[in-house]
């Protein structure tokens, strides 16, 4: 058991990329830390460079109190799962789990009793005589996962160790190693680019990009809470609604001004000195709720033309255009790529199409034209020139 | 690691640049420019040679690119337990390289004991041993024993190149309208156009290096054959009968260059050898 | 229809006479051993005699020159096996060595051995041949083995392999198991390679076994040469195709029927390792280890 510590680590590969940008990062002793971000943010590198896979261009890596800059992977006491499974195709399953132990010359009735326990604790009983190719998908992971807690590590590494396996059983999976790992107390840095497992597994969670970490915090502070668009709009699916916005001084308080619309906001302070400058607003899809049923008569409310209708089951995804314009900033261009969606790249600026998660009795459809209720409590404000939240300090 | 460069430096880089010396060098060792290639250029038997082994080349060639192509591309699109039968039989005589299969061929070129007599009596005019090994023959004679040993290997190499050939574009063309001529020509020629090329350049570069065959031909021939009847024969017999050292290895250093023309021609030109990642 | 079946037809006439050709004159050299000298002119030549006369030609041959042929063939293995050991020792940690190292000169090394991989063996013969005789080692069994040991198409055959066919996190995965770079080679990259080492020593045999220039070249008693020197040393003493020889060749005892079987016991050596590693080579043992 062990802490890990970046310390203004940096990684800078020999053709000049510089992948990891002076990481500073405390993960503590039995703590499971997801690092998350689209490809290329430097979360792997990151995770490899605790291995000892990757050398440290800047700064120094601890495991508990060593620094471990200078340590072969041997002698750093982890284990790494991944993505790959990296399975040894020469050995049966048992011989994979048992590896790490006969490197280190563990006796051999404790490497069988330490087998028999993963196994056990994998389901892979069955299978221990087998080789990787005669295995499932689901399999061969159970078998990565049991090489690495038969070594008793003081760090799990993991690397996308789910990304291969079909969307059913990456659920069943994440729930597995997420009680494997709290009975087990191992402290775990868990990398994946994807943003529901970042949320469902992990104590906390760090958002990383072009190498920057973003933020650290557990998942709900991450989704309630973000610091900047990158984070906002990284976290949560459907993604967050941004619109550009204007701030106006409003009797006692400040109204957000969109399009035609006018959002009354008592209570923000913080955003009086953003008075007549332009702002990001951005709007959980969650935070709105078709007017007809939500019996909210005061509230703000924006009106817009329901252009597609997606039914759930538990709720209703609503896709309407407002006629405001979307917020176009560069991190929201660059996420909505990642993610494949190449609607912003349309320079068509004059409407805005908002996803509203809305309830299964709101009777909208397409072409309808919608009344929707804003919970103006839970508004995400960002500064456009800096991408901060703007928000108490 | 370690014990591969000593390897490769004596008997890789080591030989050749020796050779350069002993080439451009007389017996004492003083620098005589390009006379040693001058002098073996106008040994009498350097032009008949080198034009033995020209012909030679080009008549193994012409089989290796036209059976070769043409067999694998037959092979192709055949049930696949009879084409692998088919390819094993092709290649069952590259077990017998180098003076076996010189051997074999000394039998099956006597029509005495020859299951295919008839073929050389008709083809060849030949009734006795001596005739079938006429020096007009024999160009076409080893590069049948050059074709016989190697095509099998090649054939498994097109054959190899052709499976590379998604499935789904073949299919595209017949649905495209093409029948299996226009497929293997429009389709799978271009396609091997590469590996032909690879097996064209090495051919040459082995094929002018000449030697086993006519060393052997030449022992069983009763004199008929020249010890000299090749390029590399040549400048053996000018190594171990004159002690003619430097001539040699001007002779060596030509037909090194013209294989070293032919590496580097595949190793830059061709795309089909990783030299980085 | 029909024009398909005529196609097929004309496919299948093509594919076996092409058989015909390259298989009947390894039938005939099957059979040839079984016939007396006289049996082969006269009798068909696809027939069978019998196993006496096997004795027979066996019995003549090894009586040839004291026993020389086992010698021979003893050389063969002897040159063939301890090259082909080096090869395997020396060549597949340098193919592994160039795949994954990252070293200066990596790109020289490499591209030298390429070059030389495809410039043919026997272009270099005569310049070993000068250079060995320059060190004075003309004569000894290690003139052949050494530069059969240098066998460069098999570290790039490996190299190969380690650049595009393993994959780079079993490597990493063994280091953070706890191997040092030794142990990562020796326990896993050396296995999976099972199918390379044995396409390595594949073509390593066999083109040692076969090699005639070479030995030829380098060695000049007939006690030192290998079996494909030793079939040119009979064919140079046998009446049938060298009238020369003295006394009607009666005293060496050497006809068509003892020439046959020694060619035919020369290549069984290599006729083995053709079937026994192709099965080897199928085997994807990559294959499911890792999902791309």
């Known amino acids: 058991m062990a802490r890990v510590e970046f310390d203004d680590v940096s990684k800078v590969f020999a053709d000049g990329t510089r992948a990891v940008d002076k990481l500073d990062l405390q993960i503590t002793d039995g703590e499971f830390m997801v690092l998350v971000g689209p490809s290329g943010c430097g979360k792997t590198t990151a995770l490899r460079m605790v291995a000892g896979l990757e050398d440290i261009s800047d700064g120094v890596v601890r495991i508990g109190e060593r620094v471990v800059n200078d340590l072969t992977p041997k002698r750093r006491d982890i284990a790494m799962v991944f993505q790959s499974y990296a399975l040894y195709p020469h050995l049966s399953v048992r011989d994979n789990i048992a590896f790490p132990l006969k490197i280190a010359k563990v006796p051999k009735a404790e490497i069988g009793r330490r087998v028999d326990e993963a196994a056990r604790i994998l389901d892979l009983e069955p299978y221990l005589k087998r080789k990787p190719r005669a295995l499932s998908g689901g399999q061969r992971q159970r078998v990565a996962m049991g090489r690495a807690i038969v070594r008793q590590p003081a760090v799990f590494l993991m690397d996308e160790p789910l990304s291969n396996l079909d969307a059913k059983l990456r659920v069943q999976m994440r729930a597995d190693i997420k009680k494997i790992q709290s009975k087990l107390g191992v402290t775990s840095i868990y990398v994946t680019h994807d943003q529901v497992e970042a949320m469902t597994m992990g104590d906390r969670v760090a958002v990383m990009r072009k190498g920057e970490l973003q933020q650290v915090a557990p998942p709900q502070e991450l989704y309630d809470r973000p610091v900047n668009l990158f984070v906002a709009g990284f976290i949560g699916s459907p993604a967050m609604n941004m619109l550009e916005a204007r701030v106006e001084r409003a009797g006692g308080g400040v109204a957000v001004v969109l399009g035609d619309a006018r959002l009354e906001l008592s209570d923000h302070p913080w955003l009086a000195p953003y008075d007549g400058q332009a702002i990001v607003l951005g709007i959980r899809p969650e935070d709105m709720e078709d007017a007809a049923i939500a019996g909210d008569d005061v509230g703000p409310r924006l009106r817009g033309r329901v252009e597609l209708r997606e039914a759930l089951g538990a709720d209703v995804l609503v896709h309407f255009a407002v006629a405001a314009r979307p917020a176009v900033t560069e991190d929201v261009r660059e996420l909505a790529e990642d993610v494949g969606d190449d609607r912003l790249r349309s320079q068509d600026a004059a409407a805005a199409t908002l996803v509203g998660r809305f309830s299964p009795r709101t009777r909208v459809v397409e072409g309808d034209t919608v009344e929707v209720s804003v919970d103006r409590n839970a508004l995400h404000f960002f500064d456009p020139q800096t991408g901060l939240a703007i928000r108490a300090r | 690691m370690l014990p591969y460069l000593p390897l490769l430096i004596v008997f890789g880089v080591a030989p050749s640049i020796y050779a350069l010396d002993l080439a451009f060098t007389n017996v004492g060792g003083g620098w005589v420019g390009f006379h040693n290639f001058v002098r073996t250029y106008n040994d009498f038997r350097f032009l008949s040679a080198f034009r033995h082994v020209l012909v030679y080349t080009c008549v193994w060639l012409g089989a290796l690119i036209v059976f070769v192509v043409g067999l694998a591309l037959l092979l192709h699109g055949r049930a696949n337990r009879v084409s692998a039968t088919f390819r094993f039989l092709f290649y069952m005589p590259g077990a017998l390289a180098g003076s076996a299969a010189v051997l074999v061929w000394l039998f099956m070129l006597d029509p005495s004991v020859s299951p295919g007599s008839f073929l050389l009596h008709h083809v060849l005019g030949a009734d006795i041993f001596a005739q079938s090994i006429a020096p007009g023959n024999l160009p076409f004679i080893f590069a049948m024993i050059a074709f016989w040993t190697g095509a099998g290997g090649w054939i498994v190499v097109m054959y190899g190149a052709l499976n590379t050939i998604p499935h789904d574009l073949e299919e595209a063309a017949r649905i495209d309208g093409a029948g299996p001529i226009t497929i293997a020509l429009r389709l799978k020629l271009p396609l091997m156009r590469k590996w032909i090329a690879y097996m064209v350049i090495l051919s040459f570069a082995t094929g002018t290096q000449l030697f086993v065959e006519p060393q052997i031909v030449q022992t069983a021939s009763f004199g008929l054959v020249p010890d000299t009847w090749s390029a590399n024969q040549l400048a053996y017999q000018l190594a171990f009968r004159y002690a003619d050292f430097n001539g040699a290895a001007a002779i060596a250093v030509d037909l090194l260059m013209i294989g070293l023309v032919g590496a580097v021609l595949i190793v830059t030109r061709s795309g089909l050898f990783r030299t980085d990642d | ?292």
Not at chain 3, 108 to 116: D, F, G
Not at chain 3, 214 to 236: F, K, M
């Open chain 3, 1 to 292: 229809m029909r024009l398909r079946v005529v196609g097929l037809g004309v496919r299948l006439t093509v594919l076996a006479m092409f058989a015909v050709f390259f298989i009947a004159p390894v039938v005939w050299l099957v059979l040839a051993p079984t016939k007396s000298d006289k049996a082969l002119i006269t009798s068909s030549p696809f027939s069978f005699g019998d196993f006496h006369h096997v004795a027979l030609a066996w019995k003549h041959l090894d009586a040839f020159s004291s026993h020389i042929f086992r010698r021979w063939i003893g050389n063969t293995l002897f040159y063939a096996v301890s090259a082909t050991a080096i090869t395997l020792v020396a060549g597949v940690p340098a193919g592994y060595g160039l795949a994954i190292g990252r070293f200066p000169g990596r790109k020289l090394v490499l591209s030298l051995t390429l070059v030389v991989m495809i410039v043919p063996g026997a272009a270099l013969v005569l310049p070993i041949f000068l250079e060995l005789n320059a060190v004075h080692l003309i004569g000894s069994s290690l003139s052949v083995i050494l530069p059969f040991a240098f066998f460069p198409f098999g570290v790039y055959l490996a190299y190969l392999y380690y650049a595009t066919a393993l994959p780079p996190s079993l490597l990493d995965a063994a280091r953070v198991d706890g191997c040092g770079e030794l142990q990562t080679f020796l326990r896993v990259a050396l296995p999976l390679a099972k199918p390379i080492v044995a396409l390595v020593f594949f073509f390593s045999f066999v083109a040692d076994w076969n090699n005639f220039f070479l030995p030829y070249v380098v060695l000049a008693d007939s006690n030192q040469y290998p079996i494909t020197v030793g079939l040119w040393d009979l064919l140079s003493s046998t009446p049938s195709f060298n009238p020369a020889v003295g006394g009607g060749g009666q005293s060496v005892k050497i006809f068509k029927p003892e020439l046959a079987l020694a060619t035919l016991i020369a290549v069984v050596p290599v006729a083995i390792v053709f079937l026994f590693s192709q099965r080897a080579l199928v085997r994807g043992l990559v294959g499911g280890a890792v999902k791309e």
